[in-house]
């Protein structure tokens, strides 16, 4: 098994037992109606890596790139597209008028993009606010979709409290994918949007083979949104095998796995990190009950880590920008250094076990990245 900087330190590693008998509510099933109409759309690849699977120790991996959706190289169009749609279609009911509305939001890079992008193609305007420490090319990408770009000199918090100011201007809709008391429903639909890539995933897991489905899921976190939609995926069927999900986050940016053993939300002061896309202070207020009682665990991890891991997927094929390898990064820290067979038993994991690891974008999303051009979209 490959070494890395968690082989000879102190995991950030936080369990919970009986996550699995966890239930709730699945999402709404015409949302991948909706995606499969939009022109550009597409499944993203479900990519099996065999030799990923013998340096793991488990039975099968599969990686679901999210290198190039819809168009961009980031899932997050996916939850995008389905709140502006939302969105519209209530102000057209409502008859708050037919001109063109300022879709705002705050971003770390790919969901603003994902919005203003939106915003251009149905004929609206953007106003994306990005905070300190998103690469300026990832700005550029966003301004090149016509949206106007604030830059915050502060973190992400400040970020979606300018913007949801800002969103107070007429004709001005805030379009976040964080929620907070009194703000929940957009961001309850940019979660349901999500449920889409987990759709898929069912469909491809049966068509390789694997109809029983995974017995663990990795993925990455900032406000845990899509972490959100993958614990509703998982955890509202009423039988039948219920994976472990395991959440992965910077240690710059660990707000759910400081939360997890407090059994509250809390927000923490970030740091600086290459995992720009997961670099976010606060839990979601509609995602934390969700992450608290439908996660079986959560890890952090350094930097070098998930550097380390994007270039094994792009050895294997698979391009990979820092946050969306981090799904990889956090699993082999799971199963490396020293209390790594407990924590395998915690996760259910045995040789035969199917690995699902999401990958949620591509080095094109992510200019820190240094494994290699990627795809483009």
Known sequence: MPDNASTFRTLPWSARPGARSWRCEPAPTEVRDFHASLPDYAPTPLVELPLLAG??????????????????????????????????????????????VTLVTA??????????????????????????GVHPQAASAIAAERAQVTRVAGPYDEAVRLAAEASAAADSVLVQDTAWPGYERIPGWIVEGYSTLCAEIDEQLTAAGAAAGPGLVAVPVGVGSLAQAVVTHYRSRPSGRAPA???????????????LPLGAPVSITTGVTTMAG???GTPSSIAWPYLRDGLDAAVAITDSDAAHAAARLA?????????????????????????ADERRTTLGLDPSSVVVL????????????????????
């Open 278 to 280: 997961l670099n976010c």
């Open 55 to 100: 340096e793991l120790g488990v039975g099968r991996v599969f990686v679901k790139d999210e290198s190039c959706r819809l168009g961009l190289p980031a899932f997050k169009a996916l939850g995008a597209s389905w709140a502006v749609d939302r969105i519209l279609a209530d102000r057209a009911a409502s008859g708050e008028g037919a001109g063109p």
């Open 107 to 132: 971003t770390d890079g790919n969901h603003g993009r994902a919005v203003a992008r939106m915003a251009r193609l149905l004929g609206q305007r953007a106003h994306v606010f990005v905070p300190q």
């Open 315 to 339: 050895d294997l094929g698979v391009s990979s920008g820092p946050c969306g390898a981090a799904a990889l990064a956090g699993l082999r820290a799971v199963l490396t250094g020293v209390g």
């Open 245 to 259: 999900l395991l959440s992965v986050e910077p240690e710059a940016a660990a707000c759910v796995l400081e939360s």
């Open 358 to 377: 999401l990958s949620t974008e591509g080095p094109a999303a992510n200019p820190h990245s240094t494994t290699g051009p990627g795809t483009s979209c």
